[in-house]
Protein backbone atom coordinates (compact mmCIF):
# COMPACT_ATOMS: atom_id res chain seq x y z
CA UNK A 1 0.00 0.00 0.00
CA UNK A 2 2.08 2.96 -1.59
CA UNK A 3 -0.53 5.62 -0.58
CA UNK A 4 0.35 8.88 -2.72
CA UNK A 5 3.70 8.55 -4.95
CA UNK A 6 4.79 11.21 -6.89
CA UNK A 7 6.83 10.56 -10.39
CA UNK A 8 9.47 12.48 -10.55
CA UNK A 9 11.02 14.14 -6.57
CA UNK A 10 13.22 16.31 -8.64
CA UNK A 11 14.01 17.88 -12.18
CA UNK A 12 15.54 21.12 -13.61
CA UNK A 13 14.44 22.43 -16.21
CA UNK A 14 15.04 25.41 -18.77
CA UNK A 15 12.89 28.50 -19.50
CA UNK A 16 10.35 27.38 -22.40
CA UNK A 17 10.88 23.34 -22.04
CA UNK A 18 7.75 21.33 -20.99
CA UNK A 19 7.51 18.65 -18.35
CA UNK A 20 4.40 16.68 -16.65
CA UNK A 21 4.40 15.62 -13.19
CA UNK A 22 2.41 12.40 -11.91
CA UNK A 23 0.42 11.94 -9.02
CA UNK A 24 -0.30 8.39 -8.06
CA UNK A 25 -2.87 6.90 -5.82
CA UNK A 26 -4.07 3.73 -4.33
CA UNK A 27 -6.66 4.74 -1.97
CA UNK A 28 -9.42 5.17 -4.37
CA UNK A 29 -10.08 8.19 -3.75
CA UNK A 30 -12.11 10.33 -5.26
CA UNK A 31 -10.69 14.20 -4.76
CA UNK A 32 -7.20 14.85 -6.15
CA UNK A 33 -5.04 18.49 -5.59
CA UNK A 34 -1.72 19.34 -7.23
CA UNK A 35 -0.62 22.23 -4.64
CA UNK A 36 2.68 24.50 -4.83
CA UNK A 37 4.43 25.42 -1.86
CA UNK A 38 6.92 28.35 -1.97
CA UNK A 39 8.43 29.80 1.37
CA UNK A 40 6.27 32.06 3.14
CA UNK A 41 3.07 31.50 1.47
CA UNK A 42 1.69 28.04 2.50
CA UNK A 43 0.48 25.88 -0.13
CA UNK A 44 -1.90 27.39 -2.82
CA UNK A 45 -3.96 24.79 -5.02
CA UNK A 46 -3.03 25.11 -8.69
CA UNK A 47 -5.71 22.43 -9.86
CA UNK A 48 -8.25 19.37 -8.51
CA UNK A 49 -10.47 16.73 -9.63
CA UNK A 50 -13.82 15.57 -7.88
CA UNK A 51 -13.34 12.13 -10.41
CA UNK A 52 -12.42 11.10 -13.22
CA UNK A 53 -12.74 12.94 -16.22
CA UNK A 54 -13.42 16.10 -14.26
CA UNK A 55 -10.95 18.91 -13.28
CA UNK A 56 -11.05 22.82 -12.39
CA UNK A 57 -8.77 25.42 -11.39
CA UNK A 58 -7.48 26.33 -8.10
CA UNK A 59 -5.98 29.61 -6.76
CA UNK A 60 -2.98 29.59 -9.43
CA UNK A 61 -3.77 27.83 -12.20
CA UNK A 62 -2.16 30.17 -14.87
CA UNK A 63 0.90 27.85 -16.72
CA UNK A 64 -0.35 24.94 -16.00
CA UNK A 65 -2.83 22.15 -17.44
CA UNK A 66 -4.08 18.67 -15.57
CA UNK A 67 -5.48 15.54 -16.74
CA UNK A 68 -7.64 12.90 -14.83
CA UNK A 69 -7.73 9.69 -17.57
CA UNK A 70 -7.83 7.69 -14.66
CA UNK A 71 -9.43 7.75 -10.97
CA UNK A 72 -5.77 6.65 -9.69
CA UNK A 73 -3.80 9.30 -11.28
CA UNK A 74 -3.40 13.16 -11.88
CA UNK A 75 -1.06 14.88 -14.28
CA UNK A 76 0.23 18.25 -13.75
CA UNK A 77 1.87 19.53 -17.06
CA UNK A 78 3.90 22.90 -17.84
CA UNK A 79 3.95 23.89 -21.37
CA UNK A 80 6.65 26.25 -21.15
CA UNK A 81 8.18 26.26 -17.88
CA UNK A 82 8.63 29.64 -16.18
CA UNK A 83 11.65 30.23 -13.63
CA UNK A 84 8.33 31.60 -10.98
CA UNK A 85 7.23 28.13 -11.31
CA UNK A 86 10.59 27.11 -9.35
CA UNK A 87 8.63 25.59 -6.62
CA UNK A 88 7.85 22.43 -4.88
CA UNK A 89 4.68 20.35 -6.16
CA UNK A 90 2.54 18.83 -3.72
CA UNK A 91 -0.36 16.32 -4.61
CA UNK A 92 -3.16 15.21 -1.85
CA UNK A 93 -5.77 13.15 -2.20
CA UNK A 94 -8.96 12.89 -0.42
CA UNK A 95 -12.18 10.59 -0.13
CA UNK A 96 -15.25 12.02 -0.79
CA UNK A 97 -17.52 11.56 2.27
CA UNK A 98 -20.97 12.27 1.04
CA UNK A 99 -21.08 16.13 0.43
CA UNK A 100 -18.91 16.45 3.44
CA UNK A 101 -15.64 18.05 3.74
CA UNK A 102 -14.49 16.77 7.24
CA UNK A 103 -11.62 13.99 5.30
CA UNK A 104 -8.16 14.40 5.78
CA UNK A 105 -6.15 14.93 2.60
CA UNK A 106 -3.16 12.37 2.15
CA UNK A 107 -0.04 14.03 0.63
CA UNK A 108 2.29 12.59 -1.79
CA UNK A 109 6.22 13.22 -0.69
CA UNK A 110 6.49 15.98 -3.46
CA UNK A 111 8.54 16.95 -6.46
CA UNK A 112 11.16 20.01 -6.31
CA UNK A 113 11.10 21.62 -9.83
CA UNK A 114 13.82 24.43 -10.43
CA UNK A 115 13.56 26.45 -13.56
CA UNK A 116 16.62 28.13 -14.96
CA UNK B 1 -13.18 35.48 1.68
CA UNK B 2 -12.16 32.86 3.83
CA UNK B 3 -8.88 33.46 4.95
CA UNK B 4 -5.85 31.71 7.50
CA UNK B 5 -3.13 33.52 9.57
CA UNK B 6 -0.37 31.96 11.35
CA UNK B 7 0.73 35.08 12.93
CA UNK B 8 4.53 33.35 14.19
CA UNK B 9 6.60 32.31 10.76
CA UNK B 10 8.97 30.69 13.27
CA UNK B 11 9.22 29.64 16.99
CA UNK B 12 12.17 28.35 19.03
CA UNK B 13 11.42 26.25 22.18
CA UNK B 14 13.58 24.74 24.16
CA UNK B 15 13.13 20.58 24.87
CA UNK B 16 10.62 19.94 27.60
CA UNK B 17 9.27 23.57 27.34
CA UNK B 18 5.46 24.18 26.18
CA UNK B 19 4.31 24.71 22.97
CA UNK B 20 1.78 26.56 21.56
CA UNK B 21 1.43 27.88 18.10
CA UNK B 22 -1.46 30.32 16.81
CA UNK B 23 -3.85 30.44 14.11
CA UNK B 24 -6.79 32.40 13.41
CA UNK B 25 -9.49 32.14 10.94
CA UNK B 26 -11.70 34.40 8.88
CA UNK B 27 -15.02 32.85 7.69
CA UNK B 28 -19.02 33.80 9.02
CA UNK B 29 -19.42 30.37 10.13
CA UNK B 30 -17.42 27.56 11.83
CA UNK B 31 -15.03 26.02 9.47
CA UNK B 32 -13.89 22.38 8.95
CA UNK B 33 -10.26 23.16 11.20
CA UNK B 34 -7.22 21.24 10.32
CA UNK B 35 -3.61 21.06 12.09
CA UNK B 36 -0.77 19.20 9.34
CA UNK B 37 2.71 18.88 10.18
CA UNK B 38 5.83 18.91 7.95
CA UNK B 39 9.39 17.16 8.14
CA UNK B 40 11.47 17.82 6.02
CA UNK B 41 11.54 17.10 2.82
CA UNK B 42 7.99 15.25 3.72
CA UNK B 43 4.88 15.85 2.42
CA UNK B 44 2.25 17.14 4.91
CA UNK B 45 0.46 14.47 7.76
CA UNK B 46 -2.44 15.39 9.86
CA UNK B 47 -2.21 16.09 13.33
CA UNK B 48 -5.36 16.75 14.69
CA UNK B 49 -9.12 18.17 12.96
CA UNK B 50 -12.53 19.62 14.35
CA UNK B 51 -15.71 20.57 12.95
CA UNK B 52 -18.29 19.87 15.70
CA UNK B 53 -18.89 18.70 18.96
CA UNK B 54 -15.59 19.24 21.74
CA UNK B 55 -13.63 22.05 21.46
CA UNK B 56 -10.64 20.99 22.87
CA UNK B 57 -9.18 17.84 20.17
CA UNK B 58 -6.50 14.97 20.50
CA UNK B 59 -4.20 14.35 17.93
CA UNK B 60 -0.98 12.52 17.55
CA UNK B 61 2.56 12.36 18.80
CA UNK B 62 0.61 14.33 22.36
CA UNK B 63 -0.50 17.29 20.10
CA UNK B 64 -3.89 18.89 21.13
CA UNK B 65 -5.96 21.79 19.49
CA UNK B 66 -8.85 24.51 21.38
CA UNK B 67 -11.27 25.75 18.97
CA UNK B 68 -12.27 29.37 20.55
CA UNK B 69 -15.14 30.59 17.96
CA UNK B 70 -15.20 33.97 20.06
CA UNK B 71 -11.71 34.39 18.69
CA UNK B 72 -11.83 32.52 15.59
CA UNK B 73 -9.25 30.82 16.93
CA UNK B 74 -7.75 27.13 16.33
CA UNK B 75 -4.41 27.09 18.51
CA UNK B 76 -2.14 23.85 18.47
CA UNK B 77 -0.45 22.87 21.42
CA UNK B 78 1.89 20.52 23.16
CA UNK B 79 2.75 20.30 26.72
CA UNK B 80 6.77 19.26 26.69
CA UNK B 81 8.37 19.60 23.14
CA UNK B 82 10.58 16.74 22.10
CA UNK B 83 13.41 17.05 19.54
CA UNK B 84 11.77 15.59 17.01
CA UNK B 85 8.48 17.84 16.50
CA UNK B 86 10.80 19.94 14.99
CA UNK B 87 9.16 20.73 11.44
CA UNK B 88 6.75 22.97 9.86
CA UNK B 89 3.18 23.46 11.10
CA UNK B 90 0.09 24.37 9.19
CA UNK B 91 -3.36 25.60 10.08
CA UNK B 92 -5.81 24.78 7.23
CA UNK B 93 -9.77 25.62 6.92
CA UNK B 94 -12.52 24.10 5.16
CA UNK B 95 -15.48 26.01 4.19
CA UNK B 96 -17.87 23.10 3.20
CA UNK B 97 -15.99 23.01 -0.60
CA UNK B 98 -13.86 21.28 -2.14
CA UNK B 99 -10.98 23.66 -1.71
CA UNK B 100 -9.28 23.69 1.57
CA UNK B 101 -7.26 26.78 2.73
CA UNK B 102 -3.97 26.54 4.17
CA UNK B 103 -1.79 28.85 6.35
CA UNK B 104 1.50 30.33 5.31
CA UNK B 105 3.15 27.79 7.96
CA UNK B 106 4.90 28.39 11.62
CA UNK B 107 8.56 26.28 11.40
CA UNK B 108 9.41 25.12 15.07
CA UNK B 109 12.92 24.99 16.01
CA UNK B 110 13.86 23.06 19.10
CA UNK B 111 16.96 23.95 21.40
CA UNK B 112 18.95 21.30 23.38
Known amino acids: NAGVTQTPKFRVLKTGQSMTLLCAQD?????MYWYRQDPGMGLRLIHY???????AKGEVPDGYNVSRLKKQNFLLGLESAAPSQTSVYFCATMRASGGTFQETQYFGPGTRLLVL | AQSVTQPDIHITVSEGASLELRCNYS??????LFWYVQSPGQGLQLLLKYFSGDTLVQGIKGFEAEFKRSQSSFNLRKPSVHWSDAAEYFCAVNTGGFKTIFGAGTRLFVKA
Open chain 1, 49 to 55: SVGEGTT
Open chain 1, 27 to 31: MNHEY
Open chain 2, 27 to 32: YGATPY
